[in-house]
Structure formats: C-alpha cells, structure tokens
C-alpha cells in the first residue's frame, strides 16, 4: 500500500515561500510520476505541478515561473517549492503518485494573506 505524507504547510504573507514536501513509502519511488495537486474551498482539485520518473516537468499555467518540483529518489520525497505566493495559491495541497494505481496524500493546508 502506498503511503503520502505531506509536510510544509502553513500561513504565509503574499509574496513569500514555502516548500512543500512529501515522503512516500510502500512503492518503488522512483518508478512513480509525482504530483501536486491543489484544492481551495468550492473550487475542484487541480493540477499544481507534475514530474515523471525521467524528471519531465510540467504545471499549471497559474503557477509557472513561481512554483519549482522536484524529487529525490534517493530520500523517496518530493518537493514542491513555491515563491511570490498570491491569495489566490491558498488551498489544500495533495501528493499525488501515479505507477498502475493513483495514490494520493490526505493534504497540507497553505494560506496566503494578502
């Protein structure tokens, strides 16, 4: 079974950062494309950014020049670093990963304050 742990989380004024991280156990890591997806109140999950195991990236267009993924398979973890935070990034935050099965984290909560 695959496990999802996110850490990072936290209130934030608009304009910083956070780093978002997230352990995984029970797969072969490094084998898994790894997501991050977000979900704010009333609005549907959404893709945040994406890294596959040949370390392909992609995100959302919301998100691209101030958000970075990355992972380390070494330490099964991957990171999601996120600069000039707006009001608008504040949501739940889901590891998500993805080999034959979709796994997904239970989620850390990210406010920014304007």
């Known amino acids: 079974q695959v496990q999802l742990m996110e850490s990072g989380g936290d209130l934030v004024q608009a304009g910083g950062s956070l780093r978002l991280s997230c352990a995984a156990s029970?797969?072969?890591?490094?084998?898994?494309?790894m997501g991050w997806y977000r979900q704010a109140p009333g609005k549907q999950r959404e893709l945040v950014a994406r890294v596959t195991p040949g370390g392909y990236t992609n995100y959302a267009d919301s998100v691209k020049g101030r958000f970075t993924i990355s992972r380390d398979n070494a330490k099964n973890t991957v990171y999601l670093q996120m600069n000039s935070l707006k009001p608008e990034d504040t949501a739940v935050y889901y590891c998500?990963?993805?080999?034959?099965?979709?796994?997904w984290g239970q989620g850390t909560q990210v406010t920014v304050s304007s």
């Open positions: 998500n990963a993805v080999y034959r099965i979709v796994s």
């Open positions: 029970g797969t072969i890591f490094s084998i898994n494309t």
